[in-house]
């Protein structure tokens, strides 16, 4: 590396996943080989506002990604109050909205960082989908039109769409970066993070939140060698690949400097260590049409600025098309770009696709790869390829360095590990991003006792707060440490008003602990044994003070860790397409 590092560690991970509330879980989830694709019943397509018209097509493609609380209530729950939205606003507001707030929300924790307390400029960088929620359940509909049905052009100057959203965000959470709105088709949410990592390095600002949302209800259907595969599965570079299959979901990484990185206290992912954006230009062989050129473009651009051989990749996050066109260009590009490197041997770089497990996310698509290949690096595994049986015998994609794995395998290569991640916007914006494994600091010392804070916007998510957290420490293993914990909760929550306290020296103690703080009203004695200075700062929190946890936390050991997410108390919001769509014959998916 030169003396200037340009490397950019990805500190906060988040997400919610067809199969999979949160990240850890879609690793689960890619691990034990699972299709989370589901096929929904005919009630659940009545349910979701599927019109009659579409309903008797049999064309229609009735399977999708599904978020874990149903069909509806995946997408229809939302803590309106946490963010400061009234119930008619929060029934109004994009789908797509929502879940990113969210996973923001959820990744800044991750994180460790509290936006009102951070220390610097937080921007956020998004790419969303189509509102279709107002295309199919607002517009035109008296139920959204506060009384006046035939304003519609007012309507469409309230109900923001995309480039809203990480004004929403910034607003929502206090965040005082840039906040841009990158828009590049189904690219959108890995451009998204690439602009992130520049910003940074141009110290536009200094912690970045990056990723994307799709809501995608089931009105697309399947035409013969079209986009769409018949049953919504992901085959890419299988030869039963017929398509693409839409699914709902949403991600957020955040970003920092990797110069910044405190070792002691900072926890990383994983560190970018390359990026590049491109467009394929004319040089193809139709607006709708993927260009090699400009897919190999962009993968040597990222590897060039990451200083990797293509031969150091172990693996490789696919863009995935599941087209036999879209996916025989995205390896002609990539044997293009691996040719540059002289030969390579068989089967040496692990090839896959995340939306062969959860489908084609659209514009959060490179996003859920992203955290997927993050994942992957820092576990050295890679997941099987789920929908792949039997190769394509049109890519030849088993005479190259590609192989595509049936199993959970091992990483390919000793050494540091290595990812590369592509998108690819229909347009021909292509992004791509090189990834390299973190280093592992030593643990801390962990003896004595442990302060561990909570709060929450109300008693119910408190209580739910401190269930989470015990079953946490019940279930996580001996890797737990009660000073990382401790760290976590004081300086990287956000501070709300319902509070609670509870001190330990050991996991199974901390556990019981909050177990009777969540079954409260009762505020649970310290035990005396903890001393002064942590019963002091406890009831300073406990009063609702502004804790001064800088100087309580000086000579103390922890550095940031996941745990539990925020319980969000979702509520449904929600408004049913108007009556008049009975005829409705899909139109845009």
Not at 28 to 36: E, F
């Amino acid at each position: 590396m030169s003396e200037y590092d340009d490397r950019v560690a990805v500190v906060g991970l988040a997400g919610r996943f067809p199969g999979a509330d949160s990240v850890p879980e879609l690793w689960r989830l890619l691990r034990d080989g699972v299709d989370a694709v589901h096929d929904y019943t005919e009630a659940e397509l009545r349910q979701l506002g599927i019109a009659p018209g579409l309903l008797d097509d049999p064309a229609l493609v009735r399977s999708g990604g599904v978020l874990p609380g149903g069909a509806l209530d995946g997408i229809a729950g939302f803590d309106a109050d946490l963010f400061g939205f009234d119930a008619p606003d929060a029934a109004l507001l994009d789908p797509q909205h929502r879940l990113f707030l969210e996973s923001a929300w959820e990744a800044l924790e991750d994180a460790g960082c509290d936006p009102r307390r951070y220390d610097g400029d937080v921007g956020v960088f998004t790419g969303i989908s189509t509102n279709r929620y107002f295309l199919f359940h607002l517009l035109g509909n008296p139920a959204a039109s506060d009384g006046r049905p035939d304003d519609w052009e007012a309507q469409l100057a309230t109900r923001p769409g995309a480039d809203y959203l990480p004004a929403q965000v910034a607003y929502r959470l206090g965040l005082r970066g840039p906040a841009m709105a990158v828009q590049t088709a189904c690219s959108s949410s890995l451009t998204a993070v690439c602009v992130a990592a520049q910003s940074l390095l141009d110290y536009a600002c200094d912690l970045a939140v990056a990723g994307g949302a799709s809501v995608s209800l089931p009105r697309h259907r399947h035409t013969p060698e079209g986009l769409v595969s018949p049953d919504g599965r992901c085959r890419a570079f299988d030869a039963a690949a017929a398509g693409t299959g839409y699914s709902t979901g949403a991600a957020a990484v955040v970003l920092k400097r990797y110069a910044d990185v405190d070792p002691d206290r900072d926890r990383v992912h994983a560190v970018l260590r390359g990026w590049a954006v491109n467009n394929d230009g004319a040089h193809r062989a139709g607006f709708e049409a993927p260009g090699a050129d400009g897919q190999a473009a962009v993968i040597a651009e990222a590897l060039a600025r990451a200083a990797v051989s293509p031969h150091e990749v172990g693996y490789l996050e696919a863009h995935g098309s599941a087209t036999v066109v879209g996916d025989a260009i995205e390896l002609s590009a990539l044997h293009q770009v691996w040719r540059t490197a002289g030969a390579a041997p068989a089967g040496s770089c692990a090839l896959g696709t995340v939306k062969a497990n959860i489908g084609n996310l659209d514009a959060a698509s490179g996003i859920a790869g992203l955290v997927a290949a993050v994942r992957a690096v820092a576990e050295g595994t890679v997941p099987a390829h789920v929908q792949f049986h039997e190769p394509h015998p049109e890519l030849g994609i088993e005479t190259g360095p590609f192989a595509v794995p049936r199993t959970l395998r091992p990483w390919p290569h000793d050494g540091s590990r290595l990812a590369g991640v592509s998108s690819f916007g229909l347009g021909g914006s292509n992004a791509h991003v090189v990834l390299e494994q973190a280093a592992r600091p030593a643990p801390a010392s962990t003896a004595g006792w442990h302060l561990l804070p909570l709060s929450a916007h109300s008693p119910a998510a408190l209580a739910e707060a401190c269930r989470r957290l015990a079953e946490h420490l019940e279930t996580a293993g001996p890797g737990t440490h009660l000073a990382d914990l401790a760290y976590t909760l004081a300086t990287g929550r956000r501070v709300l008003p319902y509070r609670a306290a509870i001190a330990a020296h050991e996991p199974a103690e901390a556990a019981a602990a909050l177990r009777r703080a969540a079954a409260g009203p009762q505020r649970p004695p310290l035990p005396a044994a903890a001393g002064p200075e942590l019963h002091a700062a406890a009831e300073s929190w406990l009063r609702g003070e502004d804790t001064d946890w800088t100087s309580y936390l000086k000579n103390r050991p922890g550095r940031v860790c996941t745990l539990p997410a925020y319980p969000f108390r979702r509520r449904r919001h929600w408004i049913d397409p108007p009556a008049h769509r009975a005829a409705d014959r899909g139109g845009p998916a």
